[in-house]
């Protein structure tokens, strides 16, 4: 069994998403403990892909600099190694299907195991298409969390029936990135989610400022940044631990 649901114990969850290996597999590291110790409750560990079907201009650029540092699915199962050195927050790689298909899968969710990843989000593995890896993920206590985006109820209903972890609502159709308002009806969504499973709802893609963490987390368990976090880190490099911590606290006080 994962240890997410301690994300989710003592108040709101702030799921924070950063790009393994950019600039660097040391700063990744720092930087999952600086937004821990600013409110995180969960780290989403971006694995570098050359091409990130749902992902915006912002990690499209921390991916290609990551590749160009030789980052791949191992260099990031030997990242989370490092940060389990240093701290027990709940773990969720963000991956494409393809790195964990050539690792291979079987190995890749006894190793996850191993060395304690929680969860793995597979934007490109739709529910109806996981009846591969479901039976080695569950063997290994690693959840598959659930991506659910603006679509009929019954699709959603069939996507979070047997979900575990948590459910990522994504706030907008498109990709990630950074937005100045979020139009989606949530409040359905998250109605249809709850009336089928009690895993708990995290509302990501275009959560960056404090006000609209609030609103989101108004309506759901968890809000999830990640464009706002990859900006900082993308603009400064390995001098951003100060920022990165501003910016994570002000979400959470905003979301309490």
């Known amino acids: 069994m994962s240890h997410i649901n301690e994300a989710f114990k ?3 969850a702030l799921i924070a998403f950063l790009t393994t290996g950019t600039p660097s597999i040391e700063d990744t590291v720092r930087y999952v403990l600086d937004m821990e110790k600013a409110g995180a409750t969960l780290i989403e560990l971006g694995v570098p892909f050359s091409d990130p079907i749902a992902d915006g201009p912002v990690i499209m650029e921390a991916d290609v600099k990551a590749l160009k540092n030789g ?4 260099q990031v199962m030997e990242t989370v190694k490092e940060i389990r050195k240093h701290t027990a927050i709940p773990i969720v790689l963000l991956t494409y299907y393809n790195p964990v298909f050539r690792y291979p899968a079987d190995r890749f969710f006894q190793e996850a195991k191993e060395i304690g990843i929680d969860g793995v989000i597979i934007p490109d593995l739709p529910g109806e298409e996981q009846q591969e890896i479901r039976p080695l993920a569950d063997e290994n206590g690693v959840d598959i969390i659930q991506m659910v985006a603006p679509t009929s109820e019954d699709r959603i ?5 047997n979900a575990t972890g948590f459910v990522y609502v994504v706030s907008s159709m498109g990709v990630t990135g950074m937005r100045g308002s979020i139009q989606t009806d949530l409040e359905d969504i998250i109605r249809v989610i709850k009336e089928t499973t009690d895993t708990p709802v995290a509302i990501g893609f275009g959560i ?7 609103e989101m987390a108004a309506l759901a368990d968890g809000v999830i940044t990640g464009s706002g976090v990859v900006d900082i880190i993308n603009k400064e490099g390995n001098k951003a631990d100060q920022d990165l911590m501003d910016y ?3 979400l959470k006080k905003a979301i309490g």
């Not at 209903?157 to 029936?161: A, C, E, G, Y």
């Open 157 to 161: 209903r069939s996507n979070v029936k």
């Open 208 to 214: 960056h400022t404090p006000k609209q963490a609030k």
């Open 10 to 12: 003592n108040g709101k």
């Open 248 to 250: 994570i606290g002000g």
């Open 71 to 74: 980052i791949h699915l191992p």
